[in-house]
Structure formats: C-alpha cells, structure tokens
C-alpha cells in the first residue's frame, strides 16, 4: 500500500509546448531519445533528432521527444536537452523497469521503446514514432530472451508507427507473441509485416489499412470496446528504393550471429552487437535504410495523430 505521495511533476514533467498542445486537444507524437544517445553517431545523432522533430511539425503535429534527466521524465525536450542526450557520456539506456531506480536516484537516460511508450501514455500522448520495436530473440528456446518492449505494449493504451521488428529477431515468434497478449498490428497500406531494413519480412499481417484516418478509428473503437489498455502497432515499411538491399542483409545477418556464437554474445549485448556489425558489414547502408524508416514513420504517426485529434 502506498504511504507516501509524490507530486506528478517531480518524476514527469511535460515541456511547456507539449502540455500546452495535450490541453488543447492539438495532436502531439512522442519520439524516442535512444535513437540520439546510443544509435547514432556524433555530431550526425543531434541532426536527425532535430530533423524528427521538423518532420513532425511539417505533419501539423507537435514533437514531444521523451528521455530521463536527472531523474525527471522529460515528455518534450528544449534545445539543451536534446544535446545532452547527445552528447553526454556514459548515459544510460532506460527501459520501462529502469524508470523508477532513475526517478529515485536522480539519474538521467534515454528511454526505449518500452519506457517511451510508457512515458508517453502517461502523460497522455496517444501517438508514438519510432524505428523497430523489440521482440522475440532467435534461439529463444535455449536462451529465453524477449524484449520487453512487448509486456509494456501488452498493457499500455499507445499508438505506435513502426517499420516492423528489427530483423536480427525471430519475427514469426515476436508476431505470435504480439497476438497473444493482445496487441493489434495493422499494415500501412502492406498485407506484410514489414522487414526493419527490408520493405517486407514475408509474414502476413491479418488487417491492412490505407489511411491515416482509419488508425484514429481503430484507435477510436480500442476505447469504446473499453478492454485491456494494450497497444496498436501501425506496421509502415521502409519504401523499396531506400531498403538495405536483401542479398547483402541476409549474407551479413548470417555473419554476425555466427561471429556473436563464436565469441558467446548473449543477453543484453547481442542486439547492440549485432546491429553495430550490420552498420559495419554493410558500410553504414543498414543505418541509412534505419534512418529512411524512421523518417517515414515519423511523417505517418503526424498524419495519425492530427486525424485523432480532429475527432476527439
């Protein structure tokens, strides 16, 4: 039972701009910070963030970028926050089970998938943009890693525009397991559940939508069912002229998780290992097909958050 009460404020504090527009009723679409701090380069990482952040208002919509500073939730970041998680050494890299231990010992962080949405739901940001989610780890069976990017999907009422899974992933398990616990996947104008870096993984996905506006009914009906306050996955891939080639993806995945059993890479560290070797074995095309995905997914979660906000 809890004994004590904490102001909101202290632990998670909307910018200005952001709690101006979620009063209002103005669309607003939350951006991860892990994107900045660990998947990019210096001084390229500060670019992009600023770029997402344009594209957002291009879409009509306001950018809220969320990470950890000083152990504030932060659902907007100004200038000087974005280059600190840019720039400042050593940051952490938050998940949803970090944000407490953050909030209690003043830490600062960039927030993943899982805390982001989490974030971003509780401040009452509807709409959320970002690369690939997490899921399902290849090996499963022996090693039992999951990401939990899909528990909190699972149990957290958010939109979010994604180019799929990453595809270092075993993503006929991930998509099982998104239905499973409940978690709906509509492709963007795709019957199949896009690759991450590829145009397409060759799964199917069992609704396809063709419109900004349809989400925002999807996302309509979700509340008037009134059910368990799980996620909708907006699946948007990669446009085919900007994927990473498929040849060279397949031929280099195959390396790095044969080079990540060599060396015993497990838990954790295999993710960041595998998508370092990918940018490396593809001479950064997999970054740049990351990127070409991110910003199309952007541009989409806008649309979808304006047409939310014109029927609410």
Known sequence: MRTTE???????RPSDEVAEALAQGAPVVALESTIISHG??????LEVARELEGLVREAGAVPATIAVLDGVARIGLDEDGLKRIATEPGLRKLGFR????????????????????FLAARAGIRVFATGGLGGVHREWT???????????LSRTRITVVCAGVKSILDVPATLQRLETRGVGVAGFRTG??????????????????????????IMRAQDALDGPESAL????????DEQLDPALHDRVLAEALAEARQRGVTGQAITPFLLEYLVKGTDGASLEANLAAVRGNVRLAGRIAAAWSRGN
């Open 233 to 240: 996955i907006v699946a948007n891939p990669v446009p085919v």
């Open 192 to 217: 199949e559940f896009p690759g991450f870096y590829l145009h397409t993984s060759g799964q199917p996905v069992d609704w396809r939508i063709e419109t900004p506006e349809q989400a925002a009914e």
């Open 98 to 117: 970090d944000l407490a231990v953050a909030a209690a010992l003043g830490s600062s962080g960039a927030t993943t998938v899982s805390a982001t949405s």
């Open 6 to 12: 904490q102001p909101i404020d202290s632990v998670l």
């Open 142 to 152: 022996e090693t039992q890693d999951e990401s939990a990017d899909l528990d909190t």
């Open 40 to 45: 990019l380069p210096q001084p390229r990482n």
